[in-house]
């Protein structure tokens, strides 16, 4: 069977989720048309309490009810919060291994450096989880190529350590695939927005013609890369120029200040994993 026969056998979102994205596309959607949605789903109901009541968001006090959550949080947090809870069971990210934990931490790592980015550029509040979730997914890929080639992916991570390997081009010699494509079946697969592919085809779609969420988790990428954080599949182009700052609307000052406050960030991230598992 292919990579893509076997990505097309993935298990499907939620019907929860599913309807929750619908309703995100939809400017006449309410709160309540949220609530009705959620408050039918006791499992997802769980995840997102746990969720709004972890370090991550550090509430001055204990959220117990789902309507008091969207007031605090704002429907776009709660229906990331959702689609984040789906990717870890979808995808089973919560396996134990040490290049799944590795993997992990990188895709957490470009999530929250993503956010910080957004943050500091002044993009709008209401929008800043979406920065976290397409971190999420930039390499959704690569994990999937991992979880249908263990041995063989590890095999070539292995070797991936050094300034001359291109890990998608080698991916796509052995595979006929790489994690972007991969990642781009994912998402269509998942009937996710059309935007998310170019998060997954990030490397080849980043520039001045890209949105900023693209250009954010681009260089989000590069700057987790550079300072070794989980997986780090190659060395290649880690480098961020003033060009790159430059499409972020950054100074290198400000990359330095992001750069203090990863640690931080990724550790509350860390409830991602647990509390969506």
């Known amino acids: 069977m292919s990579i893509a026969e076997r990505v097309s056998s993935l298990p499907a979102l939620s019907p929860s989720v599913m309807k ?4 995100s596309n ?19 109901t769980g995840k997102i309490l746990n969720l709004v009541n972890s370090t991550y968001f550090s509430m001055p006090q204990r959220i117990s009810s789902l309507n008091r959550a969207l007031i605090l949080l704002g429907f776009n947090t709660i229906k990331n919060i959702a689609l984040s809870s789906a990717l870890v069971e979808a995808t089973g990210l919560q396996r134990k291994s040490p290049e799944y934990d590795a993997l992990w931490q990188h895709l957490l790592g470009v999530g929250v450096t993503s956010k910080l980015i957004a943050i500091k550029a002044q993009q709008p509040r209401n929008l800043l989880e979406e920065y976290f979730i397409a971190g999420l997914l930039h390499d959704i890929g690569d994990f999937m190529l991992l979880s249908l080639e263990y041995k063989k992916t590890v095999t070539l991570l292995k070797e991936s350590q050094n300034e001359d390997f291109d890990f998608i081009r080698v991916c796509q010699d052995n595979f006929m695939f790489n994690g972007p494509g991969i990642g781009a079946l994912i998402i269509s697969h998942w009937r996710l927005p059309d935007s998310f592919k170019d998060i997954a085809l990030h490397r080849e779609r980043f520039g001045e013609n890209s949105s900023f969420v ?10 987790i890369r550079s300072l070794g954080i989980g997986l780090v599949t190659d060395l290649k182009g880690i480098e961020i120029s003033e060009n790159d700052l430059k499409l972020i609307d950054l100074s290198a000052d400000d990359l330095s200040e992001i750069k203090t406050q990863i640690p931080e960030a990724l550790e509350k991230a860390q409830v991602f994993l647990k509390d969506c598992s």
């Open 20 to 23: 929750i994205l619908d309703l």
């Open 26 to 44: 939809d400017v006449t959607a309410s709160p309540k048309d949220l609530m009705n949605i959620i408050k039918l789903d006791p499992v997802l």
């Open 214 to 223: 693209v250009n954010a988790v681009h260089i989000a990428d590069k700057l």
